[in-house]
């Protein structure tokens, strides 16, 4: 932060206090944003097509809920973007593993992803419908496709980057060639690997969205798009925020886990001190 | 020269196999037509301009909505981490909208801003702003102190300070940022050009896959996908230059 910082000088207590405020500051917006809402659309500026009511989108979705809709659209949703990630996660450290270790499969994969990382990948969508019809197979497809590729170049840099003396070390020490891999190599790489998977979560979210807008069928991108095609805008605005919340909650759980499994790297600590 | 063409055979080994998959009819040719074909169908498509048209369009929406992101996007970024009012009101929102797979906000943008170039920009903008503003954000909440406070005993004003230290140590992360921006603005123009356009990349694949021409539909494909890659290059190249003096 810029500004110097200039706590030190004032008393406990209202330290404190002002804490308290600034944390108290922080839903200010959030609940501002949601009151315009609300009161924008019941003004009357707008029709209620172009923006529902903020409390008629919440009728909405607590509706989608008793009837079971929003359970099953979630489950399915989620069902697709996460066995796509799984796939592309254990995927892409093995084929990252693989371009670490052999010159033919570096040789053979680099361009491949180099070329394909940054393309706009959901331009073959259409290609993958040809091939594969629109169903659950498809879709995961394309996330895969989509999610892969954050996860090899993550596991490259990560292999590279372990320090040449923790190796000798352990080579010294007697390690055989599989107790480098599985106790020195991969936890030094773990957190490199991480940042890759946090990459690939929320886009496997993103490409099962697109796919079931564009594919159709159960999934709370397809429910949306049912909605919209009968211009029901409560129905496509109670899908943002599901679609939000889903997308926040991964997020979230990705970063605990990440905080759970590296809390023997020193990043942990670090982070610690990021969030007092 | 060797040494690229080496480092590229792969991508010419594919591309043969690819030919000869086709030729040989080990796979149905609609599913996969030959690389031939597909330059061919490419070719015809240049020639009475329906992939330049298309294409111009589509260019000009990512470049408005994405030149939109970067201006609003480090603007915000940089207010955040200089002053704590506006990270403090900006920064939840920041929070909650991020993890928001912005591809969700296609059918709300056409509800607002119709099927023409306006939805597709603001949808461009919205979802691209995002990583710029984070990007500025960290790179100007991690500018040295030291600078910071040599700068302030020099006499340096703050909006000084702000041109002069802040924001060329925050440009990497910022310039960061932009390249994801990059990315995901075509991955937006894409789907949203793909699920209701007249014109453009997206609407192009749609309507030849419709019609079963396929050779032409894997041009464009293509197309798209080099694009994407092409601007990425372009702009690293860029940023390349940009950074020289960190060196």
Redesign the interface.
């Known amino acids: ?3 110097i910082d200039q706590t030190p000088m004032i008393p406990p207590a209202l330290r404190v206090l002002r804490s308290t405020l ?1 944390a108290g ?6 609940v501002a ?1 949601l009151a315009t809402w609300e009161l924008v659309a019941r003004s009357g500026i707008v029709t209620p ?2 923006l529902p009511a903020l409390s008629n989108v919440l009728a909405r979705i607590w509706s989608d809920a008793y009837s079971g809709d929003l359970a099953i659209n979630t489950a399915v949703t989620l069902y697709r973007a996460m066995a796509g990630f799984f796939i592309a996660a254990v995927g892409g450290i093995v084929l990252g593993m693989a371009m670490s270790r052999s010159h033919v499969a570096r ?6 992803i180099s ?1 394909g990382f ?10 993958v ?3 594969l019809g629109v169903f659950d197979i498809s879709k995961i497809t394309m996330i895969v496709f989509d999610a892969i590729f954050p996860v090899v170049a993550a596991t490259v840099i990560a292999i590279q980057g372990v320090e040449r003396e923790l190796i000798w070390s352990a080579r010294n020490m007697g390690a055989r060639e599989r107790d480098l891999l599985w106790q020195i190599i991969l936890p030094a790489a773990l957190p490199t690997i991480m940042t890759g998977l946090q990459v690939a979560l ?1 886009l496997s ?2 490409v099962a ?2 796919t079931e ?2 594919m159709g069928g159960y999934g709370l ?1 397809g429910a ?2 049912t ?2 095609r009968f211009a029901n ?1 409560t129905g ?2 109670a ?2 925020v599901e ?2 919340v889903v ?2 909650a ?2 979230k759980a990705m970063a605990l886990i990440r905080r759970r499994l590296l809390s023997w790297h020193q990043e942990a600590e670090a982070d610690s001190y990021r969030h007092v | 020269m060797k040494h690229t063409l080496i480092r590229y055979l792969p991508l010419l080994i594919l591309a043969a196999s690819w030919e000869l998959v086709a030729r040989l009819e080990l796979v149905s040719s609609t599913a996969l037509p030959p690389l031939s074909d597909v330059i061919a169908a490419w070719v015809d498509m240049i020639k009475d301009g329906e992939l330049v048209t298309n294409g111009a369009s589509s260019l000009y929406r990512a470049g408005v909505g994405l030149a939109l992101a970067v201006i609003v996007g480090a603007l915000l970024g940089i207010g955040m981490a200089w002053w704590k009012a506006v990270n403090v009101l900006v920064a939840p929102l920041v929070e909650i909208f991020y993890p928001l797979p912005k591809s969700a906000l296609i059918p709300v943008t056409v509800i607002w801003l119709g099927f023409g170039d306006g939805s597709k920009i603001l949808l461009i903008f919205l979802g691209c702003m995002l990583p710029v503003t984070l990007g500025a954000f960290n790179g100007a909440r991690s500018s040295e102190q030291v600078l910071v406070w040599s700068a302030r005993s020099m006499g340096a004003s703050r909006l000084r300070m702000l041109w002069d230290v802040v924001l060329p140590s925050a440009m990497p992360e910022l310039l960061n940022g932009i390249r994801t921006a990059l990315a995901l603005a075509f991955i937006l123009l894409v789907s949203s050009e793909l699920i209701v356009a007249q014109k453009g990349f997206g609407y192009l694949i749609g309507f030849l896959g419709a019609n079963g021409t396929y050779d032409a539909m894997y041009a464009v494909v293509f197309t798209v996908a080099f694009l994407g890659f092409a601007a990425d290059r372009i702009y690293q190249m860029f940023v390349h230059r940009m950074l020289l003096w960190r060196q």
């Open positions: 932060m810029a500004a600034w500051a922080r839903i200010v917006s959030i944003l097509f172009q040789w053979f994969f680099d361009p491949i070329v940054p393309m706009p990948k959901i331009a073959f969508l259409p290609v419908i040809l091939w929320p979210l993103i969205v697109v807008m564009l991108g949306m798009m909605a919209s805008s496509v605005f899908g943002i679609i939000a997308g926040y991964l997020v």
